[in-house]
Structures are given as C-alpha cells and as structure tokens.
C-alpha cells in the first residue's frame, strides 16, 4: 500500500497502482493529466518527499525536452516507490525553483 499527498492542497490517497498517475485517479486526487503515455508534459509533478523509482530512458527523454529539472517527473510515468509527496506543476511550468 502506498501513500500519496498532493500538495498545496494537501489532499491524500493510499492504493495499489503502478505509476503515479494510476494511484492518484484512481483516488481521484487533483493531478493534471492529458495523454497518459508520456508525451503532453501536462502531467509533470515536483517530488517533494519520498521518491520514486528511477526514470525509465524514455522518461527522462521527454523530461530533458522539456527542460526540467532534477525532481520533475512525469506522472504518468513515474512508478511508484514508496510513500510520496508530490506537486503538480502542470504544462506551463516545469522549473520550479525559478518560480
Ligand atoms: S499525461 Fe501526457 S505526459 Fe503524462
């Protein structure tokens, strides 16, 4: 069972899924999403705590394109690891430190 917050607005979910995303739909959990196969960016999140599993290549492809920064990832990619803490950055943005 893993725990998933989604911050600011402080919502929290536990479930059983495989990536990210999976989990937070299927708790219904306010996480942006578009294409579910990697290619929008919509889906991107900044882990604030926990962690996930490392970027697969192709994930990581996509991140790079898009130019974010160590700590983004892909929702719909991302699978899960353990307990964590995430913020959904959405398609416009995707360096959070210079926000
Ligand atoms: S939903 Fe499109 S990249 Fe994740």
Known sequence: MTRVRVLPV???AEGEAETLLELCTEAS???PFGCTVGKCGVCRIEVLEGELQEAGRFEQAVLD???CDKGVRL???ARLAGDVTIAPLGAAQCNP???
């Open 29 to 31: 959990l306010p996480v």
């Open 10 to 12: 402080d919502e929290s």
């Open 75 to 77: 929702a719909c990619q």
């Open 65 to 67: 394109g898009f130019g």
């Open 97 to 99: 430190s210079e926000s």
